[in-house]
């Protein structure tokens, strides 16, 4: 019987390792670790032109593209409930900018309010730019002040 198979005698069933080995070699290794945004209290977040100074000035189609592949296997970090866009919701967001440059946010109900519009709406009072949206799920990238991690195709084209 192998490593990863379940069962016994000759009906045993094939199982995948729950990661990925790399190399050849018989360990496998686990996918890159997740920064998760650390409960910061709100006077400490950023706001106003210090975030501004941080973002490009516009994000180009190539620059959302790739955005967007990065943003594929993210999890929504924020939840847009009935109410909508409230300081509870910017706040979590600001918050969320702090551990993770991108970001999914999820609408609850999404037939409730206009998507385009809260997408924009959401964009402007946070200070962060719009890469897309699939159905009710928003992905919002605002640079880190500090630490930038992510570098974007149009930067490099620059060099």
């Known amino acids: 019987m ?4 379940v069962g016994r005698g000759g009906g045993s069933v094939p199982v995948r390792p729950p990661y990925r080995a790399r ?10 670790y997740r920064a998760r ?4 209290p709100p006077d400490i977040v950023p706001r106003g ?3 501004l100074l941080c973002l490009p000035m516009e994000l180009t189609g190539k620059d959302r593209r790739y955005l967007r592949g990065l943003g594929n296997p993210l ?10 866009i409230t300081p509870g919701v ?3 967001i600001d918050e969320a900018h702090l551990g993770a440059e991108l970001i999914k946010v ?3 109900d999404p037939g409730e309010h206009d998507r385009k519009a809260v997408a924009a709406e959401l964009a402007e009072k ?3 730019h719009f890469v897309g949206m699939v159905g009710g799920t928003i992905l919002l990238f605002r640079r880190h002040p500090e630490k930038p991690r992510i570098s974007l195709p149009s930067e490099s084209d620059a060099d």
């Open 49 to 51: 032109s210090d975030v």
């Open 126 to 128: 946070s200070p962060s």
């Open 2 to 5: 192998g490593p990863f198979s």
């Open 23 to 32: 190399g050849g070699g018989s360990v496998p290794v686990r996918p890159p």
């Open 75 to 84: 999890k929504p970090v924020v939840w847009i409930g009935r109410e909508g």
């Open 90 to 92: 910017l706040r979590s």
């Open 37 to 40: 945004a650390a409960a910061v």
């Open 106 to 108: 999820k609408m609850l």
